[in-house]
């Protein structure tokens, strides 16, 4: 009984993972449009070098900057948490890092914290303190790397995500997937936030979702019930 509960349980929390997700992309699709957003020179920059990054990165993937920037998210991710760390490894194909007492916070962070791409906002964000504003083909230049360091993150964690991957094994690969959807959803809807402040129109938007949804559960119980109703008469 008590593994049949633990499976269903383990199940629910799949499926609201993946709802989750669902529920963060659709506010992402209905808050930002892409046309408006690509208007700008700039946003517009940044999405150009991601298309060709994205195509480079599926020929050339430098696997062992994946795996570098992997593992240290891994290490980072667990000092967050306080966990003791020992060695790090990292190889041409394949790296470790020993963390104690680790979580699934920490062994799926490196498939939705894009490593890179963190540093070098956080670079930029440094150089905010000694250069303010910023030259415009400084910013030109972060707006190309942010586009290239996340289509790096896409594109080498579909590749990693397709190999027997340790990872996904320890807390079952289904949910581990949609861990790491509904994770990169989040990611993908707070920086878009951030970088348009647009949250009022976020918030809106995944109320009106949840709205939609709900009607739409309230329709098919009714429908089943008139079903019902007339198959007993």
């Known amino acids: 009984m008590g593994k049949k509960l633990k499976a269903c349980r383990h199940g629910l929390a799949t499926l609201c993972l993946f709802w989750l997700a669902f ?6 699709l209905t808050t930002f449009k892409l046309i408006p957003l690509l208007k700008d020179s700039i946003t517009l920059t940044g999405f150009i070098a991601f298309v060709v990054a994205a195509f480079i990165f599926h020929k050339h993937r430098f696997t062992v900057v994946y795996v570098f920037g992997h593992e240290l998210t891994h290490w980072a991710t667990a000092k967050l948490f306080l966990k003791k760390t020992g060695r790090i ?26 490593f890179y791409l963190m540093v070098v906002v956080g670079l930029f964000g440094i150089s905010q303190l000694f250069v303010y504003p910023s030259p415009l083909w400084a ?10 360091t996340y289509a790096y993150h896409i594109m080498l964690n579909i590749f990693a995500l397709r190999q027997a991957q340790s990872d996904l ?13 509904a994770g990169n959803a989040l990611f993908l809807l707070l920086a878009l936030l951030i970088a348009t402040t647009q949250w009022k129109e976020a918030f809106l938007a995944f109320t009106k979702l949840l709205i939609f949804q709900w009607d739409a559960v309230k329709a098919i119980a009714l429908g089943l019930r008139e079903a019902v109703h007339n198959y007993r008469g």
Do not use: C, D, Q
């Open 23 to 28: 529920m963060l992309l659709g506010t992402i």
């Open 89 to 114: 490894r990292v190889g041409r194909l394949s790296g470790s890092t020993e963390i104690y007492n680790t979580n699934i916070t920490i062994t799926l962070a490196p498939y939705i914290i894009p």
């Open 139 to 148: 910013v030109y230049t972060i707006s190309t790397l942010v586009g290239v």
């Open 169 to 181: 094994e320890l807390y079952g690969k289904v949910f581990s997937l949609a861990f790491i959807l």
